[in-house]
């Protein structure tokens, strides 16, 4: 089974609007945390956002918050303002307690804004 | 820029031959993981170091293997290349990735800009 399902392989949005990208997560460990990474063009993955599986409050990192469902084991990404430089691809990954600290990645989600 | 440096950022190689990646981790940091990046496969784990020691495998073939050195840089061998072998790989690194520390958990790992392997 996947530990990390990203449903939408593509997602457009326009400029200025709030967009959200899904991300479901699977694991039996109390203890995990969650991260977004973007990923433009140019290849390289930029760290976006944290959340930890026992954190009270969702994460919020300036125009990115994470909507964190525990219940439902979700962490979707919601991206407000868009801009232009948001179009890339967007990874949601999970570190789980009992590991060694390894991300496993969902397979991504590419947005394009659109002016 | 991330502090991690892979080197170098492109490789054009032909079937069964060996190469060499390698990474320089962020100052400081004494854990490196190494990940693989395909269109079929998407973002894997391969292979984690601690402060020179190998602490965890992920989906690393037989003929990929790595260490780290006493300075802390990684190096990632891949022998006996086939075309599949084609994608981004990526290192990464943090700052530890002790078993239990649940309290460095939003230990975020820092990735370098990837080597980008061709296998022709």
């Known amino acids: 089974a996947q530990k990390i399902t990203q449903t939408q392989p593509g997602m457009f949005v326009q400029e200025k609007e709030a967009v959200t990208l899904d991300c479901t997560y699977d694991?039996?460990?109390?203890?995990?945390?969650l991260f977004w990474y973007k990923q433009p063009s140019s290849g390289e993955m930029i760290f976006l956002i944290y959340?930890?599986?026992?954190?009270?409050q969702n994460a919020t990192e300036g125009r990115y918050s994470l909507n964190f469902q525990k219940a439902r084991k979700s962490a979707n990404l919601v991206i407000s303002a868009s801009q232009l430089g948001d179009s890339a691809m967007y990874f949601c990954?999970?570190?789980?307690?009992?590991?060694?600290?390894?991300?496993?990645f969902g397979k991504g989600t590419k947005l394009s804004v659109k002016p | 820029d991330s502090g991690v440096t892979q080197t170098p950022k492109h490789l054009i190689t032909a079937t069964g031959q060996r190469v060499t990646l390698r990474c320089s981790p962020r100052?400081?940091?004494?854990?490196v993981y190494w990940y693989q990046q395909s269109l079929d496969q998407g973002l894997q784990f391969l292979i984690q170091?601690?402060?020179?020691?190998?602490?965890a495998k992920g989906n690393i073939l037989e003929r990929f293997s790595a260490q780290q050195f006493p300075d802390l840089h990684s190096e990632l061998n891949l022998s006996s290349l086939e075309l599949g072998d084609s994608a981004l790989y990526f290192c990464?690194?943090?700052?530890?990735?002790?078993?239990?520390?649940?309290?460095?958990?939003?230990?975020?790992?820092?990735f370098g800009q990837g080597t980008r392997l061709t296998v022709v």
């Open positions: 990464a690194s943090s700052l530890t990735a002790d078993r239990g520390e649940a309290g460095i958990m939003n230990t975020e790992a820092f």
């Open positions: 694991t039996s460990d109390p203890s995990y945390g």
């Open positions: 959340q930890g599986s026992y954190d009270q």
């Open positions: 990954a999970m570190r789980e307690g009992g590991s060694q600290g390894n991300l496993i």
């Open positions: 100052s400081g940091d004494l854990s």
């Open positions: 170091y601690y402060n020179g020691e190998e602490r």
